[in-house]
C-alpha cells in the first residue's frame, strides 16, 4: 500500500497550500475519493466549502463544474436536456453541469425534492438517464454537497434515500487563531488557489481505488463492521438505523483509511475512527431523543461503546 500512501501525501501537501490546517477534513475527503464515494460537507458560510472543492479538482487535472442550487432550478438544469436541431431534425442531448468529474452541488437543500432527485441515479449507478436514453458519466465522479446547517429557510431538507448515497459527511469547522492569520497572509496578493497545479491524474486516481479494493480485512474486523451497524437497528433512541448500504460504506472507507496509513490490512481502530462520518447521518433519531438533545453523533459513540472490539491477528 505504499503507492496509496504516497498518492494520499501528495495531495495533502497540494490540498495544503490553500486550505490551511483541516487534516482532519482532508482525511475524509482523501478516503471518499479513494472510495469513489460522495461527500456531505455541512458547514456554516465562509469556511472554505466552495474552495476546497475547487482545489482537489485543479490538484486532480479533473473537469469542475458547480450547480449553484436554488428553489426554481429544474431536474433538467442538472442532467441536461434534448433539443431539436432544425438542420438535420433531430434531437441532440446537451449535457448539464452534472457532466464533469469533481462536481460541487452547492446548498443543495435549496432545491426542491424533484430537483434533488435528479441526483440519484447518477450517485448510485454513474449514470444519467433523459428521454430514455442512458448517458455514462465520466470517472472518476464525485459529488460535493454543501448545506447551511443553521439556516432552513427556504430550504428542503434531505430525504432518507439521498442522505443514504453520500459516503461519508464531515463538517470544516472555523480555523484557529494561528491558522486564520496564515489565511490573510496567504490572500494578501491573490489567493493561492490561482498557483495550484494537477500533480495527479485521473487515471492515477482510479489505480489507487482499485488498489484499495484489495486491502484486507479480516473476518473479526467484517463482524464488527455488520455489529455496529445492526446494533444502530436496534437502539431505543434510533427511529431508522444504517442500511446495508452504512455497513458497505464503513467496509469501504476503513479500506481506504488503512491504505492511506501504509497498511495492506484494517484494523478496528480503522472502522471506529470513520464510524462518526459514516453512520451518523444515515441515522434518525427519535422524536423523544431529540427532545432530550441527543444526537445522531452521540448515539454513534454509544454504539462504539457497547460493541465488543475484536482482538486477534487482523493480517492475511
Known amino acids: 500500500m505504499t503507492d496509496v500512501k504516497e498518492f494520499g501525501e501528495k495531495l495533502f501537501a497540494n490540498l495544503e497550500t490553500v486550505f490551511i490546517g483541516k487534516r482532519a477534513a482532508l482525511d475524509l475527503i482523501t478516503v471518499g475519493l479513494l472510495c469513489q464515494g460522495h461527500l456531505l460537507i455541512e458547514d456554516v458560510p465562509g469556511v472554505g466549502k466552495t474552495v476546497l472543492a475547487r482545489t482537489l479538482a485543479k490538484s486532480l487535472g479533473c473537469a469542475f463544474n458547480r450547480l449553484q442550487f436554488t428553489p426554481d432550478m429544474l431536474p433538467s438544469d442538472v442532467t441536461g436536456t434534448s433539443i431539436f436541431n432544425q438542420e438535420n431534425h433531430k434531437f441532440e442531448f446537451r449535457p448539464g453541469p452534472l457532466f464533469g468529474q469533481i462536481i460541487l452541488a452547492d446548498e443543495i437543500n435549496r432545491a426542491t425534492p424533484k430537483t434533488q432527485a435528479a441526483l440519484l441515479e447518477a450517485m448510485e449507478e454513474r449514470q444519467v438517464t433523459v428521454d430514455g436514453i442512458t ?21 428542503f431538507p434531505l430525504p432518507e434515500a439521498q442522505l443514504d448515497r453520500f459516503l461519508l459527511r464531515l463538517r470544516l469547522g ?38 484499495v479494493k484489495t486491502v484486507f480485512v479480516s473476518p473479526a474486523v467484517k463482524r464488527y463492521i455488520v455489529d455496529l451497524v445492526q446494533r444502530s437497528r436496534q437502539h431505543s433512541d434510533i427511529y431508522l438505523g444504517a442500511s446495508p448500504r452504512g455497513s458497505l460504506a464503513l467496509f469501504r472507507s476503513a479500506q481506504a483509511r488503512a491504505a492511506l496509513l501504509g497498511r495492506a490490512y484494517v484494523l478496528p481502530d480503522d472502522v471506529k475512527a470513520l464510524a462518526g462520518a459514516v453512520l451518523a447521518h444515515r441515522i434518525i433519531v427519535n422524536p423523544a431523543a431529540r427532545l432530550r438533545e441527543v444526537t445522531a453523533e452521540r448515539l454513534v459513540q454509544e454504539l462504539l461503546l457497547a460493541v465488543a472490539v475484536p482482538g486477534g491477528t487482523f493480517t492475511a
Open 135 to 155: 448517458h455514462i458519466l465520466p470517472r472518476p465522479f464525485m459529488i460535493l454537497a454543501t448545506q447551511n446547517p443553521i439556516e432552513y429557510e427556504g430550504t
Open 174 to 211: 472555523y480555523p484557529s487563531l494561528s491558522e486564520e492569520i496564515r489565511v490573510l497572509e496567504n490572500q494578501q496578493l491573490q489567493h493561492p488557489i490561482e498557483t495550484v497545479s494537477a500533480i495527479i491524474s485521473a487515471q492515477e486516481v482510479l489505480q489507487a481505488a482499485a488498489a
